[in-house]
Antibody, heavy 120, light 107 residues
Framework: QVQLVQSGAEVKKPGASVKVSCKAS????????IDWVRQAPGHGLEWLGW????????HYAQQFQGRVTMTRDTSISTVYMELDRLTSDDTAIYYC??????????????WGQGTLVTVS | DIQMTQSPSTMSALVGDRVTITCRAS??????LAWYQQKPGKAPSLLLY???NLESGVPPRFSGSGSGTEFTLTISGLQPDDFAIYYC?????????FGQGTKVEIK
């Protein structure tokens, strides 16, 4: 079945960087985008951006431009999200989610299990 | 950015009730809207896409309607497993944006 499995929880100091991985299985990795969404404790959902798994082209939310980098390794069907210059406001659960590549696409399914990043 | 506003923020309902959640967009998004369900400690899960298309495996008691700026999610015959938080999300423009969520609680 289609599955996204993320790396484990991280604790980082303010000013540090974090890199979260998302390993895909059960489908053709190159046929989809991977989006990243975060959820601060007790809060709603915030979209960070996407990466085209085939071309590695990325699109980031403006508020994260210059601070987020999404990459992929097709040999192991894995996508990475790195966030720099962390502050306490970046404490959140980070999710990856699959998105189809057609012009009418944009819904996220399935989602990874989430990775808690704590900045303290 | 396209702002998504859900109402109500919280609601109490009984098993068997018909529940309706509204999502309004700050500008027209055609039918480029998805609905998700999130249970405590879990990732969100897709219910519907393109406003009214049921995701495979989702029970047919969930339905969606609307286009333009106003959308609804209806649960016909609330089940114990349905008590959760529901989010709408637009994918008409960037950045993708979500509603603030509607918590469905047991009355």
């Amino acid at each position: 079945q289609v599955q996204l499995v993320q790396s484990g929880a991280e604790v980082k100091k303010p000013g540090a960087s974090v890199k979260v991985s998302c390993k895909a299985s059960g489908y053709n990795f190159n046929d989809y985008y991977i989006d990243w969404v975060r959820q601060a404790p007790g809060h709603g959902l915030e979209w960070l951006g996407w990466i085209n798994a085939h071309t590695a082209f990325t699109h980031y939310a403006q508020q994260f431009q210059g601070r987020v980098t999404m990459t992929r390794d097709t040999s192991i069907s894995t996508v990475y999200m790195e966030l720099d210059r962390l502050t306490s406001d970046d404490t959140a659960i980070y999710y990856c989610a699959r998105v189809c590549t057609g012009g009418s696409c944009g819904w996220l399914a399935p989602w990874g299990q989430g990775t808690l990043v704590t900045v303290s | 950015d396209i702002q998504m506003t859900q109402s109500p923020s919280t609601m109490s309902a009984l098993v068997g009730d018909r529940v309706t959640i509204t999502c309004r967009a700050s500008e027209t998004i055609s039918s480029w809207l998805a609905w998700y369900q999130q249970k405590p400690g879990k990732a969100p899960s897709l219910l519907l896409y393109k406003a009214s298309n049921l995701e495979s495996g989702v029970p047919p008691r969930f339905s969606g309607s609307g286009s333009g700026t106003e959308f609804t999610l209806t649960i016909s015959g609330l089940q114990p497993d349905d008590f959760a938080i529901y989010y709408c999300q637009q994918y008409k423009g960037y950045p993708r944006t979500f509603g603030q969520g509607t918590k469905v609680e047991i009355k």
